[in-house]
């Protein structure tokens, strides 16, 4: 096809059939509790909501270069085969695939021989030793690792000089995960944990007719005859108690971590560095607002959109090399462009520190410096990792 | 004694000079965040008036009689135009959602301007206020030029990373050229030859030679005791008489001064915080940056390479317009 330029030369358009790239959103049906407060969304569609808004963006600039892509979005049942779905996918040439699944199911899906020479992108698994002891070749990790997440607010909390730290965690092993990756971050900024408690909460319903005074309650006996400190570090992944500490502690103080103030790779209030359009598209597109899953699953798309863009190429392994070269850069609406670390397939980034309505500060803060670059401040640098990819 | 002396004779020198070669020319600077636009006589170097615009006031541009002032009211999802005799919006066109930049053409008859929100860049019949047509381009279209003849319009599209060439009589895409990330900002050369793309987060220029639609060069910069990842691009302005080019280098707080023959920086001029457009005098002896972070401007004496002047304007100013 020729298209007219305007010194009446003719502009050949590209020639042949367009590149088609099919994308395989892969999930399992466990079921998530819903956010402690009502105000919350509850948002079924977490995370492929941001890897359909990746996808338009990938074939709006694809349309220029002949290039489609294509979402599937495979959901296996709780516990399903993994090994099935990795054959069949494998079967019919789909090697690029956004996992939004749990540590060990990733683990297991990634180790199969049919997933050998994919490129595999979690957005949802967020433990350390993925990262320092246990990496994979064919794994990338776009969501921030907790320990990522823990230098940040311990970094805004060494900034702000509130050194004498309490640790309150749950039972679940996740809140054990984030509380270790707190303890660390105590240990490498010399904060001081002055005590740690566990807690048990039975959450029960979302809903109730009565029951904040009894919450109130409970919260203070929680946090009552701690030694002096600056801060309560909460770790509550699964959400259930962590939302009623603020305001409801015995002494007044800060309540941060899973709850108060939150480290996280992306807010509703973050609107700088362009943010405001990727959260407008998302709004208008999904009818609420972007979470962190859906801003992972839109950088893990739009990572394999950019190296696709740049390489001409739909094959996993020529992609694979592309995305850990140094000519890869990725601009995702935080001011800097984001690479992956070469030694663990981690997703450089900063973390935003926010409170429920407002973006508070952006980590790393101003003064953690690093030979590399300041953003290998945050979580596990290579000399703390075992991993050594790509080498 | 002869030293304060001497420091006296300079400072006498300096502002002589400074009020002598500004004569009467006045900048327009959008404040992103106080919804104005201050006016600043650059005779004087002090801002003379406050005017409250619509929301979010970003890209703005004169009239070709320098007249009116054109205004993307970004959150108010339409164009403003300011009377700029008696400072009183007079006018509110169309404009798709959320426009950032524009340009005008060179007849003045038409606005192109680039949606951030909607992947369009539109087209703005003046004289009927009415959108004649709306082109689709990349994700996030930013920047804006038109070609000195013009028959070329060059859009760049944020997240897509391209530089859109379109072609103005059929109102088409006949080429892309892909950029590194976050293309802002787009200026043709005075003799039409060159177009220069900024890319923010790249953090580079892109110098396309527009018969080819190949790049040329890509400038990089460097400062010493600057962070790499700091030096983000923005605005770009090239003297008429197509020899010098200056490039805003946002958190950099930088205004790198590029030799366009050689595409080689030849100097970097500290200026306020967060820089992000610039803008010439009418005699191009001087440029006006606008710094995002320090509420002010800075005025470089284009000849010496010299800031000059920094001046309060209002909350993270943003576009600048000089006649």
């Given at each position: ?34 956010p402690l407060s009502?105000?919350e ?85 967020e433990d350390d ?15 921030p690792s907790r320990a990522m997440k823990a230098d940040a607010l311990g970094q805004f909390l060494i900034s702000k000089?509130w050194m004498r730290w309490v640790l309150i965690y749950g039972v679940n092993d996740a809140d054990k995960a984030f509380a270790d990756a707190i303890r660390r971050s105590a240990k490498r900024y010399?904060a001081e944990i002055v005590e740690e408690r566990g807690y048990e909460f039975?959450a ?15 919260m203070?006996?929680l946090t009552?005859?701690l030694?002096?400190y600056d801060v309560l570090i909460v770790a509550d992944e699964s959400e259930v108690f962590g939302e009623y500490l603020p305001y409801r502690t015995?002494d007044p103080r800060p309540v941060v971590g899973t709850s108060g103030l939150v480290p996280t790779a992306?807010h ?24 962190e ?58 973390i935003l520190l926010a409170t429920p309505?407002m973006l508070v500060s952006?980590s790393?803060q ?12 945050l979580g ?12 | ?323």
């Amino acid at each position: 096809m020729l298209i007219l330029a305007p010194d009446g030369s003719e502009v050949v358009a590209a020639e042949g059939d367009a590149l088609h790239v099919p994308i395989v959103y892969l999930g399992e049906s466990i079921p998530e509790p819903p956010p402690l407060s009502l105000v919350e969304p509850i948002a079924p569609d977490k995370g492929i909501a941001g890897a359909k808004l990746a996808i338009g963006d990938n074939n709006t600039t694809g349309q220029f270069l002949k290039q489609n892509f294509e979402l599937i979005e495979k959901v296996v049942p709780a516990g399903g085969d993994l090994k099935g779905t990795a054959a069949e996918l494998s079967g019919a040439g789909q090697k690029l695939i956004v996992a939004d699944l749990t540590a060990p199911r990733l683990t297991e899906f990634a180790d199969l021989p049919e997933m050998k020479d994919a490129v595999i992108l979690n957005i949802r698994a967020e433990d350390d030793p993925l990262r320092a002891t246990d990496c994979r070749a064919n794994v990338f990790h776009v969501i921030p690792s907790r320990a990522m997440k823990a230098d940040a607010l311990g970094q805004f909390l060494i900034s702000k000089k509130w050194m004498r730290w309490v640790l309150i965690y749950g039972v679940n092993d996740a809140d054990k995960a984030f509380a270790d990756a707190i303890r660390r971050s105590a240990k490498r900024y010399r904060a001081e944990i002055v005590e740690e408690r566990g807690y048990e909460f039975k959450a029960g319903s979302r809903r109730t007719d009565t029951g904040e005074q009894q919450v109130r309650e409970q919260m203070t006996q929680l946090t009552q005859r701690l030694p002096d400190y600056d801060v309560l570090i909460v770790a509550d992944e699964s959400e259930v108690f962590g939302e009623y500490l603020p305001y409801r502690t015995w002494d007044p103080r800060p309540v941060v971590g899973t709850s108060g103030l939150v480290p996280t790779a992306w807010h509703r209030s973050q609107e700088q560095w362009g943010g405001t359009q990727l959260q407008r598209r998302f709004t208008r597109a999904f009818n609420r607002w972007m979470l962190e899953r859906d801003y992972a699953a839109w950088e893990a798309v739009r990572t394999i959109g950019e190296a696709v863009t740049r390489t001409s190429s739909g094959d996993a392994s020529t992609l694979r090399n592309y995305i850990v070269s140094d000519s890869f850069e990725l601009a995702a609406f935080k001011g800097k462009p984001l690479t992956y670390r070469k030694w663990d397939q981690q997703l450089r980034q900063p973390i935003l520190l926010a409170t429920p309505l407002m973006l508070v500060s952006v980590s790393p803060q101003e003064g953690f410096l690093h030979e590399r670059t300041p953003l290998d401040s945050l979580g596990h640098d290579e000399p703390d990792s075992a991993c050594r990819l790509n080498q | 004694m002869l030293q304060r002396t001497l420091m006296a004779v300079s400072i006498a020198l300096a502002c002589g000079v400074t009020v002598d070669r500004a004569a009467a020319a006045t900048a327009y600077v959008s404040n992103e965040k106080s919804n104005t636009i201050t006016v600043v006589d650059l005779d004087k170097m002090e801002p003379v008036a406050t005017v409250a615009v619509g929301e979010r006031p970003r890209g703005i541009t004169l009239s070709h009689d320098k007249k009116l002032l054109y205004i993307c009211t970004s959150d108010d999802d339409h164009i403003e135009v300011l009377d700029l005799e008696t400072l009183q919006v007079v006018r509110t066109l169309p404009s798709g959602p959320d426009p950032e930049l524009f340009v005008l053409s060179r007849d003045g008859g038409t606005l192109y301007i680039a949606n951030e929100d909607n992947n369009f860049v539109t087209v703005l019949d003046l004289a009927q206020g009415v959108v004649s047509t709306e082109i689709p381009v990349g994700v996030e279209p930013e920047g804006m030029a038109i070609s000195p003849d013009n028959k070329i319009l060059i859009n760049t599209s944020e997240t897509t990373n391209m530089a859109h060439f379109i072609n103005t009589e059929t109102l088409e895409i006949f080429d892309n050229v892909l950029v590194d990330q976050r293309p802002r900002y787009a200026e043709f050369t005075p003799d039409g030859k060159q177009v220069w793309v900024s890319s923010e987060i790249g953090g580079t220029v892109s110098v396309i030679d527009v018969t080819t639609r190949k790049i040329l060069k890509k400038i990089g910069f460097e400062i010493q005791g600057i962070r790499a990842d700091t030096i983000q691009p923005v605005g770009v302005r090239i003297t008429p008489d197509g020899k010098t080019a200056f490039v805003a280098l946002g958190p950099a707080n930088r205004v790198a001064v590029v030799d366009v023959d050689s595409a080689e920086v030849q100097d970097y001029l500290l200026v306020g915080q967060r820089v992000w457009q610039l803008d010439f005098t009418p005699d191009a002896k001087f440029l006006v940056s606008t710094n995002g972070n320090s509420n002010d401007i800075s005025v470089i004496d284009v000849a010496e390479r010299k800031v000059v002047k920094s001046i309060p304007v209002g909350e993270l100013p943003w576009g600048v317009a000089i006649r």
